[in-house]
């Protein structure tokens, strides 16, 4: 996580940066979340600390003031091969790093519900359905995609993209769309 957090400083800093890709650099698996063994072993204070640490570097990727794209082929726990999920309630646990708040906000909160309570998972064709991923492409195309997009965003002016960026993240976490417009 320090490594990673370090990468998403120096890409802040790059005022050259245009858009961020992030893929994994294993095949067949995207994320597979954290060493839920591991944690058995952690003191509740340490496993706090920990918790904490992932919820801020999510954060963190989310506060670029750049796009990002997730190229995501293999499981996430899209490309066709993708399956996503969050199945921690399967451990008596619930999803750590911001999971029981964010996936409400992009799936809607019965939809978040049903998958973080029943601990299933879902494909590329079903997350696009749901909004979790925006494409489904066949396996080994995710990367191809993911840069056809960014060459894409790199050809608009730069200031634009940051600041409909800032303007849409900030815009959603207002109540009202006076104060979402307002933002604007």
């Known amino acids: 996580m320090t490594r990673l957090r370090g990468a998403i400083h120096k890409i802040e800093a790059d005022a050259t940066a245009k858009v961020v890709l992030v893929a994994s650099s294993g095949p067949g698996v995207f994320c597979a979340g954290a060493d839920l063994k591991e944690r058995r072993h952690m003191s509740s204070s340490h496993v706090k600390e920990y918790a904490n640490s992932l919820r801020s570097t999510f954060s963190y990727f989310e506060a670029l003031s750049i796009p990002t794209i997730a190229v995501i082929e293999g499981a996430a726990l899209g490309g066709e091969n993708a399956t996503l999920g969050l199945p921690e309630t399967g451990l008596a646990i619930i999803p750590g790093a911001g999971g029981t708040q964010r996936l409400p906000r992009i799936t809607g909160r019965s939809r978040a519900k049903e998958l973080i309570f029943t601990g299933r998972r879902c494909d590329a064709t079903e997350a696009v359905l749901m909004g979790l991923a925006n494409y489904c492409v ?47």
């Not at 993911?146 to 608009?156: D, F, G, N, Q, V």
């Not at 409909?164 to 769309?177: H, L, N």
Request: charged share 30%.
């Open 138 to 184: 066949p396996a080994g195309e995710a990367y191809g995609k993911a840069l056809e997009l960014a060459r894409e965003m790199t050809k608009k002016g730069p200031l634009g993209v940051r600041m409909a960026k800032k303007a849409i993240d900030q815009g959603m976490e207002v109540a009202d769309m006076r104060s979402a417009l307002a933002v604007e």
